[in-house]
């Protein structure tokens, strides 16, 4: 029997669109289950532009949806990926007025979930075998 | 080259700007909105079709079926995946490029 070697790729991925609004995070989440079930490494998410919304932890939704923020903290806390928010895209949205408001941003953003900059998304590009963009839709 | 396309390609503008540049070999994936523009009856659907010629044409499966685009309305060129096939073509395909409306 030949058994054919399966390539093991890192994954970066970029979330640019709010959870409830569009479908992007749901489907960057479930790409990355994928990519982990196959053996592959999604090493970090970078949340951009309305994506931030993603880590907003007072997101409350019925019990009878799909809690989205609750989705990522858990697939970061169980499978250790890298969650990093724009700091510049939450500054535009008001969150915070400057970055020394870190530690007030720190107590908005659920578990999981870190503050940092664009340089985060470069540097994991960089690194990264694929990088992949979802909920464009701006 | 695997090229994403998350909403219908019926807009001509976007067909234009889209279609233009994908090459002989790429791949294409419809996600989300964009498994609109396959059902046969879209308008554009002709312009994926012809398309098909050239590329693999590909949909993601539970996005259909969350639009309601079942196999007798789909059209014959395309074929169908999991997240799991989503994956491999990402693998299989590099780099990937996403389009937005």
């Known amino acids: ?36 079930q196959l053996g592959h490494e999604v090493d970090r ?12 932890g007072y997101s409350a939704p019925p019990e009878d949806e799909k809690n989205v923020v609750g989705l990522w903290t858990t697939l970061a806390v169980q499978k250790n990926i ?24 720190q107590g908005l953003i659920a578990k999981g979930f870190r503050i940092s900059g664009l340089g985060q998304w470069v540097d994991a590009a960089i690194k990264a075998d694929r990088t992949l963009t979802f909920g464009g839709d701006f | 080259m695997l090229h994403l396309v998350n909403f219908p390609l019926s807009e001509a503008e976007a067909a234009k700007r889209i279609l233009g540049r994908v090459a002989p070999k790429d791949v294409l994936l419809f996600i989300e909105n964009g498994v609109c523009a ?10 994926i079709d012809s398309l098909a ?7 993601l499966l539970p996005d259909l079926k969350a639009r309601g685009i079942g196999a007798a309305s789909l059209l014959q060129c395309v074929q169908t995946i999991d997240y799991t096939g989503f994956v491999t073509l990402a693998v299989e395909n590099g780099p990937v490029q996403s389009w937005f409306r």
Request: net charge negative; with cysteine.
């Open chain 1, 1 to 36: 029997m030949v058994f054919q070697r399966v390539k093991q790729l890192k994954f970066a991925l970029q979330v640019n669109s709010a959870p409830y609004s569009s479908q992007g995070s749901e489907t960057a989440y479930r790409f990355a289950r994928a990519a982990m």
């Open chain 2, 53 to 59: 010629e050239v590329v693999e044409i590909y949909a």
């Open chain 2, 38 to 47: 396959l059902d046969s009856g879209a308008p554009g659907a002709r312009e």
């Open chain 1, 45 to 56: 998410v970078f949340f951009y532009f309305d994506g931030v919304y993603n880590a907003l």
């Open chain 1, 82 to 105: 890298d969650l990093v928010v724009c700091v510049s895209a939450v500054q535009r949205r008001g969150w915070a007025h400057t970055e020394s408001d870190n530690e007030f941003l």
